[in-house]
């Protein structure tokens, strides 16, 4: 079982990368854009339609002034977006080289996205935005694909121009097979070609559709990284984020740990055979549902780095124990 890690801060990597391990589980872009970017992406996009209108309103205004601070030394604001998040990504890649880095596409949801400069132009109020427009679903949205089209440019930059073709893209949220071709064919627009210099796709498994069809996502994607906590919470049925039934939410429940162990066995038994990590919190938590993972015959276990060192120890018995 290899050992990785979830690593979400670029200016980290390289400490980090000292501490024993076989790469990177999760790689977190909303970091980088939160911290190092700070704009929504369509804003830079429509940044000269943004300027007219900024003369008649103040608010506009307001966002052009925040976006000129932000993005000193660039004309073109798009390039701004790819630069800064090619840079992030690309330190984290090279860290852990030569190792994999699979970095996740951008997993906002609509109020973490309004929270960016410029957000309010161009996010809807929802309700329930933990399912609502995020992950794939926006990807191939036209109103949001030149967005997602920005983030496959800086990932083909990192990989391409800087060499670190240890990079590996991962969809998040992906509700159905037909939306993992609709993605994969808007990567293909922007130049992000599965397959070539050997790109490999990845997708979360966090909806208990990818567990279910599990068969059909193989078609498409290299492997699966399991997100315990959307999953766990979307099994359940439950919002972790209310008080009121968050005691309910357990990564340990058995009904979770049978999805996990179905869709291990589905991607496993897949011609070609396919990869499947985890990159949720609980192997970090609970040392029993790491051994759980070892025994259901899991690929890779991705770690917050302080719990790295222990784990691995826990994991190196528990194969003992399995003669493995």
């Given at each position: 079982?290899q050992?990785?890690?979830?690593v ?42 943004l ?7 103040k608010k ?8 000129d601070?932000r ?119 922007y130049?992000l ?19 279910i ?19 766990t919470q ?7 984020d ?11 429940n ?5 999805l ?38 899991i ?26």
């Amino acid at each position: 079982t290899q050992i990785m890690m979830n690593v979400g801060v670029p200016e980290q990597a390289f400490q980090q990368g000292q501490i024993p391990n076989n790469g990177v589980g999760l790689a977190r872009e909303e970091f980088i854009i939160n911290s190092h970017i700070g704009i929504h992406p369509l804003a830079l996009l429509e940044y000269k339609t943004l300027e007219k209108k900024a003369a008649k309103d103040k608010k506009i205004a307001e966002v052009i002034k925040k976006i000129d601070e932000r993005s000193i030394g660039y004309d073109d604001k798009m390039e701004f977006f790819v630069d800064t998040l090619a840079r992030g990504i690309a330190k984290i890649a090279a860290g852990f080289y030569p190792n994999d880095v699979i970095v996740r596409m951008s997993d906002f949801k609509t109020n973490e996205y309004a929270n960016l400069i410029g957000g309010y132009l161009y996010e809807p109020e929802e309700h329930n935005p933990m399912i609502g427009w995020r992950g794939a679903s926006r990807y191939y949205d036209p109103k949001f694909k030149p967005a997602f089209g920005l983030e496959c440019i800086a990932l083909k930059k990192a990989r391409n121009e800087m060499g670190l073709t240890n990079i590996k893209p991962m969809i998040p949220f992906c509700r159905t097979p037909e939306e993992g071709r609709k993605v994969i064919s808007v990567m293909n627009e922007y130049g992000l070609k599965q397959g070539e210099n050997g790109l490999e796709v990845y997708v979360m498994c966090e909806i208990p559709s990818n567990v279910i069809v599990a068969d059909q996502f193989s078609e498409i994607f290299d492997g699966f990284s399991i997100g315990s906590n959307d999953l766990t919470q979307l099994s359940l049925g439950l919002d972790r984020d209310s008080d009121l039934v968050a005691h309910i939410f357990d990564e340990r429940n058995d009904a979770v740990k049978r999805l996990i162990s179905q869709v291990i066995s589905t991607a496993h038994q897949h011609h070609p055979r396919r990869k499947v990590g985890i990159c949720g919190q609980a192997p970090s938590d609970f040392p029993e549902f790491a051994e759980f993972l070892v025994e259901c015959g899991i690929d890779s276990i991705s770690l917050n780095p302080d719990t790295v060192i222990k784990t691995r120890l826990k994991i190196a018995e528990t194969e003992q124990r399995l003669g493995r």
